[in-house]
């Protein structure tokens, strides 16, 4: 039963241009959530959603970010006219729909703007 | 906030078992204690969760005080690579359903040869 996937490990992305990080949740879970985590930091709640729904995304940066989980295919997250300030790991989370799960984590993804 | 404390680090010898302390004493009666782990630049690993009876798997086991308000995580043989920031969490009632998994800061547990 494969984890939770993410794609790509690392992103290099110079300032200005757009990063898209893809999330594929485990086999069965239909709830996804993105977590941003700066270097030396916590890990820190950005957006929860289910298939085509954005529940909570009182996380998010107000400007440059969106995420989306489609019917088919895996989640995105996307930053728009990124940062230095944006780099950072982002790991996605998924859990089936059992108020009470845990969440499962990928390994991330480590974003870098030059 | 988080809704639990840890002690900020720990030092534990390898093949002793290590007892990782956390209290909760405001949680709720329905609400579960979750602990994870993140061994550096990898993503949090979960490790166990129960609501109010002791549980156990094969990474660890979870001892749950009888009024909740604290939990010890003990990783009866402790290896090298147990070496990671371990994380206590209570899911915040009260918030949006989302951000209800709130991480501390953990505690930073080193496995000493």
């Known amino acids: 039963n494969a984890g939770v996937m993410q794609n790509p490990r690392h992103l290099v992305r110079r300032r200005g241009q757009e990063a898209r990080l893809r999330c594929s949740p485990m086999?069965?879970?239909?709830?996804v959530y993105w977590y941003r985590q700066l270097p030396e930091e916590g890990l820190k709640f950005m957006v929860y959603?289910?298939?085509?729904?954005?529940?909570?995304e009182s996380g998010m940066p107000k400007e440059r970010f969106s995420a989306e989980f489609p019917k088919e295919g895996p989640s995105i997250l996307r930053i728009q006219q990124v940062v230095r300030g944006d780099s950072a790991a982002y790991f996605c989370?998924?859990?089936?729909?059992?108020?009470?799960?845990?969440?499962?984590f990928g390994n991330g993804t480590r974003l870098t703007v030059t | 906030d988080a809704k639990t404390t840890q002690p900020p680090s720990m030092d534990c010898a390898e093949g002793r078992a290590a007892n990782l302390p956390c209290n909760h004493s405001?949680?709720?009666?329905?609400?579960?204690v979750y602990w994870y782990r993140q061994i550096h630049s990898q993503g949090p690993q979960y490790i166990i969760h129960?609501?109010?009876n002791n549980e156990t798997n094969e990474m660890a086991s979870l001892i749950i005080t009888e009024d909740r308000k604290s939990s010890t995580l003990i990783l009866p043989h402790a290896t090298l690579r147990d070496t990671a920031v371990y994380y206590c969490?209570?899911?915040?009632?009260?918030?949006?359903?989302?951000?209800?998994?709130?991480f501390g800061p953990g505690t930073r547990l080193s496995v000493l040869p």
């Open positions: 989370a998924s859990s089936d729909l059992d108020r009470n799960s845990p969440l499962h």
């Open positions: 086999k069965g879970h239909s709830h």
């Open positions: 959603l289910q298939k085509e729904n954005i529940i909570d």
């Open positions: 405001t949680i709720s009666g329905n609400e579960y």
């Open positions: 129960g609501l109010k």
């Open positions: 969490i209570v899911r915040v009632e009260g918030h949006n359903y989302g951000q209800n998994f709130v």
